[in-house]
Protein backbone atom coordinates (compact mmCIF):
# COMPACT_ATOMS: atom_id res chain seq x y z
CA UNK A 1 0.00 0.00 0.00
CA UNK A 2 3.00 2.52 1.25
CA UNK A 3 4.20 1.59 -2.14
CA UNK A 4 1.47 2.18 -4.27
CA UNK A 5 0.50 5.43 -2.74
CA UNK A 6 4.66 6.63 -3.33
CA UNK A 7 3.97 5.90 -7.37
CA UNK A 8 0.48 7.86 -7.23
CA UNK A 9 2.29 10.92 -5.79
CA UNK A 10 4.90 10.40 -8.40
CA UNK A 11 2.72 9.93 -11.60
CA UNK A 12 0.35 13.55 -10.36
CA UNK A 13 3.78 14.94 -9.83
CA UNK A 14 5.12 14.27 -13.62
CA UNK A 15 1.68 15.22 -14.86
CA UNK A 16 1.74 19.21 -12.89
CA UNK A 17 5.25 19.18 -14.45
CA UNK A 18 3.64 18.18 -17.85
CA UNK A 19 1.12 21.02 -17.51
CA UNK A 20 3.37 23.61 -16.55
CA UNK A 21 5.95 23.15 -19.30
CA UNK A 22 3.15 23.33 -21.71
CA UNK A 23 0.97 25.39 -20.17
CA UNK A 24 -2.27 24.95 -21.89
CA UNK A 25 -4.02 22.29 -24.21
CA UNK A 26 -3.33 24.90 -27.22
CA UNK A 27 0.15 25.59 -26.37
CA UNK A 28 1.57 27.25 -29.08
CA UNK A 29 5.78 27.72 -28.65
CA UNK A 30 7.16 31.48 -28.52
CA UNK A 31 9.74 33.06 -26.73
CA UNK A 32 10.44 37.17 -26.35
CA UNK A 33 13.56 39.28 -26.64
CA UNK A 34 14.65 42.28 -25.18
CA UNK A 35 15.17 44.36 -29.03
CA UNK A 36 18.46 43.66 -30.58
CA UNK A 37 20.83 45.83 -29.70
CA UNK A 38 24.04 46.15 -32.43
CA UNK A 39 27.46 44.20 -30.04
CA UNK A 40 29.77 44.47 -33.74
CA UNK A 41 29.62 46.05 -36.78
CA UNK A 42 31.13 44.51 -40.25
CA UNK A 43 30.58 45.29 -43.57
CA UNK A 44 30.34 41.23 -44.61
CA UNK A 45 28.05 39.03 -43.77
CA UNK A 46 28.79 37.12 -39.84
CA UNK A 47 29.17 33.00 -41.27
CA UNK A 48 29.96 31.29 -37.94
CA UNK A 49 30.16 32.33 -33.94
CA UNK A 50 31.65 30.98 -30.76
CA UNK A 51 32.96 31.99 -27.83
CA UNK A 52 36.44 32.17 -28.08
CA UNK A 53 38.59 29.48 -26.06
CA UNK A 54 41.69 31.02 -26.28
CA UNK A 55 40.76 34.14 -25.14
CA UNK A 56 38.40 32.97 -22.51
CA UNK A 57 37.40 36.98 -21.90
CA UNK A 58 34.23 36.80 -23.60
CA UNK A 59 34.76 37.79 -26.30
CA UNK A 60 33.33 36.03 -29.11
CA UNK A 61 35.29 34.53 -32.58
CA UNK A 62 33.35 34.58 -36.35
CA UNK A 63 34.23 34.52 -39.75
CA UNK A 64 33.14 36.09 -42.82
CA UNK A 65 36.13 36.68 -45.53
CA UNK A 66 38.50 36.31 -42.37
CA UNK A 67 38.76 34.31 -39.44
CA UNK A 68 38.15 37.36 -36.65
CA UNK A 69 37.59 37.43 -32.89
CA UNK A 70 36.34 40.80 -30.94
CA UNK A 71 35.16 41.59 -27.54
CA UNK A 72 32.96 43.95 -29.07
CA UNK A 73 35.06 47.36 -29.49
CA UNK A 74 38.15 45.79 -31.78
CA UNK A 75 38.75 43.11 -33.77
CA UNK A 76 41.43 40.88 -34.04
CA UNK A 77 42.14 38.84 -37.60
CA UNK A 78 42.83 35.39 -36.73
CA UNK A 79 42.99 34.05 -40.33
CA UNK A 80 43.07 34.91 -44.02
CA UNK A 81 42.53 32.30 -46.22
CA UNK A 82 43.14 34.04 -49.34
CA UNK A 83 40.01 33.05 -52.14
CA UNK A 84 37.65 31.03 -49.68
CA UNK A 85 35.11 32.56 -47.82
CA UNK A 86 35.09 30.53 -44.12
CA UNK A 87 31.47 29.08 -43.20
CA UNK A 88 32.13 27.75 -40.54
CA UNK A 89 34.76 26.74 -37.66
CA UNK A 90 35.20 25.03 -34.84
CA UNK A 91 37.85 25.25 -31.80
CA UNK A 92 38.82 21.73 -31.43
CA UNK A 93 40.48 22.51 -27.71
CA UNK A 94 41.85 25.96 -26.96
CA UNK A 95 44.99 26.80 -29.18
CA UNK A 96 43.42 24.95 -32.97
CA UNK A 97 40.39 25.56 -34.48
CA UNK A 98 39.41 23.41 -37.88
CA UNK A 99 38.25 25.80 -40.68
CA UNK A 100 35.62 25.19 -43.33
CA UNK A 101 37.25 27.14 -46.47
CA UNK A 102 34.20 26.23 -48.30
CA UNK A 103 35.90 27.80 -51.81
CA UNK A 104 38.80 26.15 -51.58
CA UNK A 105 36.78 23.13 -51.15
CA UNK A 106 38.75 21.68 -47.70
CA UNK A 107 39.48 21.74 -44.37
CA UNK A 108 41.99 23.74 -42.51
CA UNK A 109 43.60 23.65 -38.98
CA UNK A 110 44.46 26.90 -37.63
CA UNK A 111 47.36 26.99 -34.79
CA UNK A 112 46.29 29.90 -32.20
CA UNK A 113 49.67 30.16 -30.93
CA UNK A 114 51.74 31.27 -33.58
CA UNK A 115 48.64 31.75 -36.15
CA UNK A 116 49.98 29.00 -38.70
CA UNK A 117 47.89 26.96 -40.93
CA UNK A 118 47.64 23.54 -42.07
CA UNK A 119 45.63 21.46 -44.56
CA UNK A 120 43.48 18.76 -42.60
CA UNK A 121 41.23 17.51 -45.20
CA UNK A 122 40.43 17.14 -48.62
CA UNK A 123 42.57 18.64 -51.20
CA UNK A 124 42.55 22.57 -51.21
CA UNK A 125 41.38 23.72 -54.83
CA UNK A 126 39.99 20.72 -56.26
CA UNK A 127 36.00 19.63 -56.10
CA UNK A 128 34.66 16.24 -55.75
CA UNK A 129 33.52 13.54 -53.93
CA UNK A 130 36.16 11.09 -52.94
CA UNK A 131 36.85 9.27 -49.50
CA UNK A 132 40.56 9.28 -48.33
CA UNK A 133 43.49 10.89 -46.62
CA UNK A 134 44.82 14.68 -47.12
CA UNK A 135 45.66 15.17 -50.74
CA UNK A 136 43.20 12.74 -51.93
CA UNK A 137 39.81 13.03 -50.34
CA UNK A 138 37.54 15.65 -51.97
CA UNK A 139 35.12 17.95 -50.66
CA UNK A 140 32.45 20.10 -52.76
CA UNK A 141 32.00 23.37 -50.61
CA UNK A 142 32.24 22.20 -47.10
CA UNK A 143 29.94 24.32 -44.71
CA UNK A 144 29.12 23.84 -41.28
CA UNK A 145 31.50 21.97 -38.85
CA UNK A 146 30.89 20.07 -35.49
CA UNK A 147 32.71 17.80 -32.94
CA UNK A 148 31.04 14.45 -33.23
CA UNK A 149 30.04 14.39 -29.20
CA UNK A 150 30.32 10.12 -29.77
CA UNK A 151 33.64 10.20 -30.92
CA UNK A 152 35.84 13.55 -30.16
CA UNK A 153 38.83 12.91 -31.94
CA UNK A 154 36.35 13.16 -35.25
CA UNK A 155 34.72 16.01 -36.64
CA UNK A 156 31.32 16.62 -38.48
CA UNK A 157 31.69 18.28 -41.64
CA UNK A 158 28.45 19.13 -43.81
CA UNK A 159 29.35 18.82 -47.75
CA UNK A 160 27.42 20.99 -49.45
CA UNK A 161 27.06 20.55 -53.17
CA UNK A 162 27.76 16.72 -52.76
CA UNK A 163 24.45 17.07 -50.30
CA UNK A 164 26.18 14.89 -47.60
CA UNK A 165 27.55 14.66 -43.85
CA UNK A 166 31.19 13.79 -43.89
CA UNK A 167 33.85 12.93 -41.33
CA UNK A 168 37.02 13.61 -40.62
CA UNK A 169 39.48 12.11 -38.16
CA UNK A 170 41.46 14.80 -36.21
CA UNK A 171 44.95 12.71 -35.80
CA UNK A 172 44.77 11.21 -39.42
CA UNK A 173 42.86 14.17 -41.66
CA UNK A 174 40.99 10.54 -43.13
CA UNK A 175 37.50 11.99 -44.75
CA UNK A 176 35.00 9.75 -45.06
CA UNK A 177 31.04 9.59 -45.20
CA UNK A 178 29.03 9.41 -42.93
CA UNK A 179 25.39 9.57 -45.03
CA UNK A 180 24.30 10.77 -48.03
CA UNK A 181 20.36 10.87 -48.11
CA UNK A 182 18.14 13.23 -46.97
CA UNK A 183 19.97 16.47 -47.37
CA UNK A 184 19.48 19.02 -49.96
CA UNK A 185 22.39 21.51 -49.68
CA UNK A 186 23.18 20.89 -45.94
CA UNK A 187 24.56 24.02 -44.14
CA UNK A 188 24.94 23.94 -40.40
CA UNK A 189 24.52 21.92 -37.53
CA UNK A 190 23.50 21.05 -33.89
CA UNK A 191 24.07 18.94 -31.94
CA UNK A 192 20.63 17.91 -29.97
CA UNK A 193 21.43 15.42 -27.02
CA UNK A 194 23.01 12.49 -29.51
CA UNK A 195 21.25 13.57 -32.57
CA UNK A 196 22.69 16.07 -34.99
CA UNK A 197 20.04 18.97 -36.26
CA UNK A 198 21.09 19.96 -40.20
CA UNK A 199 19.59 22.96 -41.76
CA UNK A 200 19.05 22.52 -45.37
CA UNK A 201 18.05 24.73 -48.10
CA UNK A 202 14.48 25.33 -46.62
CA UNK A 203 13.63 22.32 -43.67
CA UNK A 204 15.41 21.17 -40.34
CA UNK A 205 16.61 17.25 -40.92
CA UNK A 206 17.29 15.14 -37.91
CA UNK A 207 20.45 12.36 -38.39
CA UNK A 208 20.54 9.92 -36.06
CA UNK A 209 22.70 7.01 -35.57
CA UNK A 210 21.54 3.31 -34.11
CA UNK A 211 22.86 0.93 -31.69
CA UNK A 212 23.48 -1.66 -34.48
CA UNK A 213 25.63 1.52 -36.24
CA UNK A 214 23.00 2.34 -38.97
CA UNK A 215 22.75 6.18 -39.38
CA UNK A 216 19.51 7.82 -40.31
CA UNK A 217 18.39 11.43 -41.56
CA UNK A 218 14.78 12.31 -41.58
CA UNK A 219 13.10 15.63 -42.48
CA UNK A 220 12.23 16.97 -39.39
CA UNK A 221 10.57 20.13 -39.74
CA UNK A 222 9.71 22.73 -43.07
CA UNK A 223 9.04 21.75 -46.45
CA UNK A 224 10.82 21.18 -50.17
CA UNK A 225 9.43 24.73 -50.50
CA UNK A 226 10.17 27.97 -48.88
CA UNK A 227 7.22 29.96 -47.17
CA UNK A 228 6.60 31.05 -43.52
CA UNK A 229 4.56 29.16 -41.57
CA UNK A 230 4.51 27.85 -37.59
CA UNK A 231 2.43 25.33 -36.02
CA UNK A 232 3.53 21.46 -36.41
CA UNK A 233 6.80 20.37 -37.85
CA UNK A 234 4.70 18.28 -41.05
CA UNK A 235 2.96 21.78 -41.98
CA UNK A 236 5.55 24.49 -40.87
CA UNK A 237 7.93 26.27 -43.78
CA UNK A 238 10.76 27.82 -43.77
CA UNK A 239 12.74 30.14 -46.09
CA UNK A 240 16.25 29.11 -46.08
CA UNK A 241 17.35 28.18 -42.18
CA UNK A 242 20.58 29.15 -41.58
CA UNK A 243 22.36 28.91 -38.18
CA UNK A 244 20.81 26.67 -35.30
CA UNK A 245 21.77 27.39 -31.67
CA UNK A 246 20.41 25.39 -28.58
CA UNK A 247 18.21 27.83 -25.60
CA UNK A 248 16.69 25.47 -23.55
CA UNK A 249 15.61 21.63 -22.92
CA UNK A 250 15.18 20.44 -26.14
CA UNK A 251 14.50 24.36 -27.76
CA UNK A 252 16.53 25.89 -30.60
CA UNK A 253 16.94 28.71 -32.24
CA UNK A 254 17.13 28.77 -35.71
CA UNK A 255 18.46 31.62 -38.15
CA UNK A 256 15.16 31.85 -41.14
CA UNK A 257 17.58 33.76 -43.24
CA UNK A 258 15.70 35.00 -45.91
CA UNK A 259 12.53 35.43 -43.85
CA UNK A 260 14.82 38.02 -41.85
CA UNK A 261 13.58 36.50 -38.67
CA UNK A 262 14.03 34.09 -35.80
CA UNK A 263 12.25 30.95 -35.45
CA UNK A 264 11.74 28.48 -32.19
CA UNK A 265 12.05 24.98 -32.66
CA UNK A 266 10.30 23.20 -29.77
CA UNK A 267 11.45 19.44 -29.88
CA UNK A 268 9.13 18.52 -26.88
CA UNK A 269 6.28 19.67 -28.70
CA UNK A 270 7.12 18.87 -32.23
CA UNK A 271 6.45 22.90 -33.41
CA UNK A 272 7.26 25.60 -34.47
CA UNK A 273 6.98 28.69 -33.09
CA UNK A 274 7.79 32.54 -33.45
CA UNK A 275 10.73 34.98 -31.78
CA UNK A 276 9.44 38.46 -31.16
CA UNK A 277 11.40 41.57 -29.37
CA UNK A 278 9.63 43.13 -26.27
CA UNK A 279 6.98 46.04 -27.20
CA UNK A 280 4.96 43.52 -29.59
CA UNK A 281 1.53 43.24 -28.92
CA UNK A 282 1.28 39.64 -29.39
CA UNK A 283 3.60 37.18 -30.06
CA UNK A 284 2.22 35.50 -32.82
CA UNK A 285 4.59 36.21 -35.67
CA UNK A 286 8.45 36.42 -35.31
CA UNK A 287 9.77 40.56 -35.51
CA UNK A 288 11.62 41.49 -38.31
CA UNK A 289 15.45 42.42 -37.74
CA UNK A 290 17.29 45.07 -38.81
CA UNK A 291 19.40 42.57 -41.64
CA UNK A 292 19.07 38.87 -42.74
CA UNK A 293 19.89 36.55 -40.15
CA UNK A 294 23.07 33.83 -41.14
CA UNK A 295 24.72 32.21 -37.42
CA UNK A 296 23.29 32.39 -34.41
CA UNK A 297 24.72 31.60 -30.73
CA UNK A 298 23.50 31.63 -27.28
CA UNK A 299 26.32 32.86 -24.45
CA UNK A 300 24.88 32.58 -21.16
CA UNK A 301 21.41 34.38 -21.25
CA UNK A 302 22.29 36.50 -24.01
CA UNK A 303 21.96 35.24 -27.95
CA UNK A 304 24.31 36.75 -31.03
CA UNK A 305 22.73 36.76 -34.00
CA UNK A 306 25.61 36.91 -37.14
CA UNK A 307 23.74 39.30 -40.31
CA UNK A 308 24.30 39.60 -43.57
CA UNK A 309 25.93 42.37 -43.86
CA UNK A 310 25.25 44.34 -40.28
CA UNK A 311 27.36 42.73 -38.04
CA UNK A 312 26.57 41.05 -35.05
CA UNK A 313 23.10 42.13 -33.17
CA UNK A 314 22.58 41.09 -29.28
CA UNK A 315 19.67 40.13 -27.86
CA UNK A 316 18.79 39.73 -24.12
CA UNK A 317 16.18 38.97 -22.09
CA UNK A 318 14.38 36.09 -20.42
CA UNK A 319 15.86 33.04 -21.95
CA UNK A 320 18.35 31.37 -18.70
CA UNK A 321 17.77 30.70 -15.34
CA UNK A 322 15.02 31.72 -13.29
CA UNK A 323 16.00 31.24 -9.22
CA UNK A 324 12.85 31.68 -7.23
CA UNK A 325 12.31 30.95 -3.52
CA UNK A 326 8.63 30.42 -2.46
CA UNK A 327 7.63 29.63 1.16
CA UNK A 328 4.91 27.09 2.18
CA UNK A 329 1.71 28.55 4.06
CA UNK A 330 2.24 27.98 7.90
CA UNK A 331 0.52 24.66 8.52
CA UNK A 332 0.68 23.36 4.91
CA UNK A 333 2.60 21.17 2.84
CA UNK A 334 2.36 22.32 -0.68
CA UNK A 335 2.30 25.63 -1.90
CA UNK A 336 0.86 26.33 -5.43
CA UNK A 337 3.42 27.80 -7.91
CA UNK A 338 2.15 29.01 -11.07
CA UNK A 339 4.91 29.67 -14.32
CA UNK A 340 4.68 33.42 -15.72
CA UNK A 341 2.29 32.84 -18.83
CA UNK A 342 0.68 29.83 -17.50
CA UNK A 343 -2.72 28.89 -16.44
CA UNK A 344 -1.97 25.46 -14.39
CA UNK A 345 -0.30 25.88 -11.15
CA UNK A 346 1.85 23.10 -9.68
CA UNK A 347 1.32 22.06 -5.95
CA UNK A 348 5.49 21.40 -4.70
CA UNK A 349 6.49 20.59 -1.33
CA UNK A 350 9.20 22.24 0.57
CA UNK A 351 12.43 21.20 -1.37
CA UNK A 352 14.10 21.91 -4.17
CA UNK A 353 12.57 22.13 -8.14
CA UNK A 354 13.35 22.33 -11.47
CA UNK A 355 10.91 23.58 -14.13
CA UNK A 356 11.34 23.79 -18.26
CA UNK A 357 9.41 26.27 -20.12
CA UNK A 358 10.16 27.07 -23.47
CA UNK A 359 14.08 28.35 -23.72
CA UNK A 360 14.03 29.07 -19.87
CA UNK A 361 14.94 26.78 -16.74
CA UNK A 362 13.26 27.41 -13.57
CA UNK A 363 14.96 26.87 -10.35
CA UNK A 364 12.29 26.92 -7.29
CA UNK A 365 13.08 26.64 -3.99
CA UNK A 366 10.19 26.06 -1.55
CA UNK A 367 10.85 26.81 2.45
CA UNK A 368 9.12 27.00 5.39
CA UNK A 369 8.18 30.38 6.29
CA UNK A 370 10.03 31.75 8.88
CA UNK A 371 7.37 34.33 9.70
CA UNK A 372 3.79 33.40 10.42
CA UNK A 373 1.21 36.22 9.68
CA UNK A 374 -2.57 35.52 11.22
CA UNK A 375 -5.54 37.19 10.15
CA UNK A 376 -7.03 39.15 12.45
CA UNK A 377 -10.33 41.23 13.14
CA UNK A 378 -9.36 44.47 15.27
CA UNK A 379 -11.72 46.86 16.60
CA UNK A 380 -10.92 50.15 18.52
CA UNK A 381 -12.44 51.72 21.04
CA UNK A 382 -12.51 55.39 23.22
CA UNK A 383 -12.47 54.09 26.33
CA UNK A 384 -10.11 55.24 29.34
CA UNK A 385 -7.50 53.05 30.11
CA UNK A 386 -8.24 53.30 34.29
CA UNK A 387 -11.46 51.63 33.27
CA UNK A 388 -10.23 48.81 31.61
CA UNK A 389 -7.77 48.06 34.57
CA UNK A 390 -10.80 48.26 37.01
CA UNK A 391 -10.24 45.19 38.63
CA UNK A 392 -13.61 43.70 38.19
CA UNK A 393 -14.26 45.06 34.44
CA UNK A 394 -10.91 43.17 34.13
CA UNK A 395 -12.70 39.87 35.52
CA UNK A 396 -15.70 40.51 33.12
CA UNK A 397 -14.03 41.45 30.24
CA UNK A 398 -12.26 38.28 28.65
CA UNK A 399 -16.04 36.98 28.18
CA UNK A 400 -16.75 39.80 26.95
CA UNK A 401 -14.14 39.64 24.40
CA UNK A 402 -15.36 35.82 23.30
CA UNK A 403 -18.93 36.91 22.59
CA UNK A 404 -17.47 38.76 19.42
CA UNK A 405 -15.63 35.74 18.49
CA UNK A 406 -18.66 33.64 18.32
CA UNK A 407 -20.03 36.39 16.18
CA UNK A 408 -17.52 36.71 14.13
CA UNK A 409 -17.57 33.19 12.87
CA UNK A 410 -20.40 34.14 10.69
CA UNK A 411 -18.26 36.75 8.85
CA UNK A 412 -15.33 34.03 8.36
CA UNK A 413 -17.78 31.46 6.77
CA UNK A 414 -15.45 28.67 4.60
CA UNK A 415 -12.67 31.51 4.13
CA UNK A 416 -11.39 31.43 7.87
CA UNK A 417 -12.03 29.50 11.77
CA UNK A 418 -11.98 31.82 14.49
CA UNK A 419 -9.19 30.75 16.37
CA UNK A 420 -9.85 28.22 19.26
CA UNK A 421 -6.42 27.88 20.33
CA UNK A 422 -5.23 31.61 20.57
CA UNK A 423 -7.83 33.36 22.80
CA UNK A 424 -8.65 37.51 21.98
CA UNK A 425 -6.52 39.73 23.66
CA UNK A 426 -6.60 43.52 24.16
CA UNK A 427 -3.95 46.41 25.28
CA UNK A 428 -5.10 50.07 26.50
CA UNK A 429 -3.24 52.91 25.87
CA UNK A 430 -3.76 56.98 25.34
CA UNK A 431 -7.38 55.99 26.40
CA UNK A 432 -7.88 53.82 23.13
CA UNK A 433 -8.28 50.31 23.52
CA UNK A 434 -7.92 47.84 21.27
CA UNK A 435 -8.97 44.52 20.77
CA UNK A 436 -7.88 41.60 18.82
CA UNK A 437 -9.60 38.66 17.46
CA UNK A 438 -7.09 36.40 16.14
CA UNK A 439 -8.15 33.97 13.31
CA UNK A 440 -6.56 30.10 12.21
CA UNK A 441 -6.05 31.66 8.75
CA UNK A 442 -2.21 32.26 8.24
CA UNK A 443 0.33 33.20 5.60
CA UNK A 444 3.72 32.83 4.57
CA UNK A 445 6.29 36.02 4.78
CA UNK A 446 5.56 37.03 1.22
CA UNK A 447 2.33 38.09 2.39
CA UNK A 448 2.29 42.00 3.99
CA UNK A 449 -1.13 42.63 3.64
CA UNK A 450 -4.76 41.23 3.67
CA UNK A 451 -5.35 39.69 -0.39
CA UNK A 452 -7.23 42.43 -1.56
CA UNK A 453 -9.95 39.49 -2.66
CA UNK A 454 -10.28 38.12 0.56
CA UNK A 455 -10.64 41.23 2.81
CA UNK A 456 -13.90 42.35 -0.08
CA UNK A 457 -15.19 38.57 1.04
CA UNK A 458 -15.20 39.43 4.85
CA UNK A 459 -16.20 43.39 3.99
CA UNK A 460 -19.20 41.99 2.05
CA UNK A 461 -20.42 39.64 5.38
CA UNK A 462 -19.76 42.47 7.34
CA UNK A 463 -22.45 44.74 6.19
CA UNK A 464 -25.22 45.27 8.99
CA UNK A 465 -23.67 43.41 11.40
CA UNK A 466 -20.27 45.62 12.23
CA UNK A 467 -22.29 47.52 15.65
CA UNK A 468 -23.80 44.43 16.86
CA UNK A 469 -20.59 42.05 16.72
CA UNK A 470 -17.97 44.65 17.88
CA UNK A 471 -20.22 46.23 20.84
CA UNK A 472 -18.58 45.60 23.99
CA UNK A 473 -20.35 45.70 27.40
CA UNK A 474 -18.53 47.29 30.64
CA UNK A 475 -20.08 45.75 33.76
CA UNK A 476 -18.31 49.04 36.03
CA UNK A 477 -19.27 51.72 36.87
CA UNK A 478 -22.48 51.38 35.10
CA UNK A 479 -23.77 48.56 33.21
CA UNK A 480 -23.01 49.79 29.32
CA UNK A 481 -22.51 48.83 26.02
CA UNK A 482 -19.41 51.13 24.44
CA UNK A 483 -19.38 50.69 20.39
CA UNK A 484 -16.15 50.48 18.47
CA UNK A 485 -14.91 53.89 16.26
CA UNK A 486 -15.00 53.90 12.59
CA UNK A 487 -11.71 54.13 11.04
CA UNK A 488 -10.97 56.87 8.10
CA UNK A 489 -12.78 54.21 5.99
CA UNK A 490 -16.11 54.11 7.85
CA UNK A 491 -15.20 50.66 9.49
CA UNK A 492 -15.84 49.44 13.27
CA UNK A 493 -13.86 45.56 12.50
CA UNK A 494 -11.20 46.11 10.50
CA UNK A 495 -8.94 43.52 9.70
CA UNK A 496 -4.78 42.95 9.40
CA UNK A 497 -1.95 40.59 9.59
CA UNK A 498 -0.27 39.78 13.20
CA UNK A 499 3.23 38.81 12.47
CA UNK A 500 4.76 36.59 14.86
CA UNK A 501 7.74 33.71 14.73
CA UNK A 502 7.51 30.33 13.65
CA UNK A 503 10.32 29.27 15.33
CA UNK A 504 9.37 30.18 19.24
CA UNK A 505 12.39 30.37 20.75
CA UNK A 506 12.95 33.88 18.35
CA UNK A 507 11.36 37.50 18.71
CA UNK A 508 9.98 39.41 15.91
CA UNK A 509 11.40 42.53 15.00
CA UNK A 510 8.26 44.73 13.61
CA UNK A 511 10.90 47.79 12.21
CA UNK A 512 13.07 45.09 10.13
CA UNK A 513 10.44 42.37 9.14
CA UNK A 514 12.79 39.78 11.13
CA UNK A 515 12.88 36.89 13.47
CA UNK A 516 16.22 36.95 15.47
Not at 153 to 166: G, I
Not at 171 to 198: C, M, Q
Not at 397 to 420: E, F, G, I, Y
Not at 437 to 445: A, C, L, R
Request: proline letters at 4%; aromatic letters at 10%.
Amino acid sequence: MKYSLVLILIILAAVLVLKLVKCDTDYKPSVSFNKPELFHNTDWRIYHMEPDLYRDDGSIMFSYKYLKTTDGTTPTTLANILSSYITGFKQVNKTHVAVAAHSQHCIKMLNRVDNSLRTLAGTCGSTGYVEGGVGTGRLYYPYGIEIDVRNPDRLLVTDYFNHALRSVDLHTGELSTVIKSGFKFPRYIGWADNKLLVSNSHYISQVSWDTDGSVTNIKLAGSLSPGYVDGSFNTSRFYSPLGITRVGYNMYLVADCDNKVLRLLDLNSKQVGPVCFDGETSCTISSQLPDYPWSILKVGEDVYVGMWSKGIYKLSGICGPHNVTVYLDPGQNTTPYTLPGCSYAAYLFEGSHKFLKQCSIYNINVLKSPIVRRLMFVSRYDVSCRLVRNSFNRILLTPAWRRPSRKLQHVCANDCNMSSEIQPWYMCKNNELTVYWPTDKTFSVVTKEVPVKLREELRERLVGHETEYSNVKFQAPRDRAVEAKENIRGERIHFLLSSTCADTTLTYNSVNDLCS
